[in-house]
Nanobody, 127 residues
Framework: QVQLVESGGGLVQTGGSLRLSCVAS????????TAWFRQAPGKEREFVAS????????FYSDSVQDRFTISRDFAKNTFYLQMNSLKPEDTARYFC????????????????????WGQGTQVTVSS
């Protein structure tokens, strides 16, 4: 049974940092590409960042480029989202996801291509 469990969310002030983690189980971690999405109340789920199966390629949305960093640790079956210089507009529920579709690529922003999802972790940035 595939399971993705996020952690690391919380309340932070503008300009602060958080690191989200997603632990994967029940699958062969190295054969999947991974990503983070977010969803604010009343809005559609939005792509944030992705990393390909070997960790060599990453892709970010314009809104988080140069502030967020996605990474993965194969020994721990875990991937991360380091979020710096947080803004109130980053407030959302953040979801980790994994896909077998084109795993060698990072530039896959559509949620429809992702097979497995976590339950999400809330990030709130106060102004």
């Amino acid at each position: 049974q595939v399971q993705l469990v996020e952690s690391g969310g919380g309340l932070v002030q503008t300009g602060g940092s958080l690191r989200l983690s997603c632990v994967a189980s029940g699958l062969t971690f190295r054969t999947y590409a991974t990503a983070w999405f977010r969803q604010a109340p009343g809005k559609e789920r939005e792509f944030v960042a992705s990393i390909n199966w070997d960790g060599r390629n990453t892709f970010y949305s314009d809104s988080v480029q140069d502030r967020f960093t996605i990474s993965r640790d194969f020994a721990k079956n875990t991937f991360y989202l380091q979020m710096n210089s947080l803004k109130p507009e980053d407030t959302a529920r953040y979801f980790c996801a994994m896909r077998t579709f084109r795993p060698h690529m990072a530039n896959v922003p559509s949620p429809s291509h992702y097979d497995n999802w976590g339950q999400g972790t809330q990030v709130t940035v106060s102004s």
